[in-house]
């Protein structure tokens, strides 16, 4: 069975920065695509980062480009999400989720349907 789980979140000061990690099990991130999307009460699901799997290459939306980092470690089975300048807009619930997909490049594919999809870690950012 493929399981990701997303942690990390937590309150966060404006102008901080987060770390949340996607431990993924029975896959392997060299044949998988993982995104992560946000989701903020009453907002629609939005796509923020992926990585893509045969090269590790990092794709990012354009709301937040330059504030974001998203690297893997194959040893771990664990993609990480890095975010800095955090602002109250940022406040969500972020999930990871996987997309089978060994020669994928780009970003087209990290936004629509996924194959699987862990349980969310809050962030809220706040003073």
């Known amino acids: 069975e493929v399981q990701l789980q997303a942690s990390g979140g937590g309150l966060v000061k404006p102008g901080g920065s987060l770390r949340l990690s996607c431990a993924v099990s029975?896959?392997?991130?060299?044949?998988?695509?993982i995104s992560w999307f946000r989701q903020a009460p009453g907002k629609e699901r939005e796509w923020v980062s992926c990585?893509?799997?045969?090269?590790?290459?990092?794709e990012t939306a354009d709301s937040v480009k330059g504030r974001v980092t998203i690297s893997r470690d194959s040893a771990k089975n664990t993609v990480y999400f890095e975010m800095d300048m955090l602002k109250p807009e940022d406040s969500a619930v972020y999930l990871c989720?996987?997309?089978?997909?060994?020669?994928?490049?780009?970003?087209?594919?990290?936004?629509?349907?996924?194959?699987?999809w862990g349980k969310g870690t809050l962030v809220t950012v706040s003073s």
């Open positions: 989720a996987a997309k089978y997909g060994p020669y994928l490049t780009g970003s087209g594919h990290c936004r629509g349907y996924m194959d699987y």
């Open positions: 029975n896959i392997r991130l060299d044949y998988w695509v």
């Open positions: 990585i893509n799997p045969a090269d590790s290459s990092p």
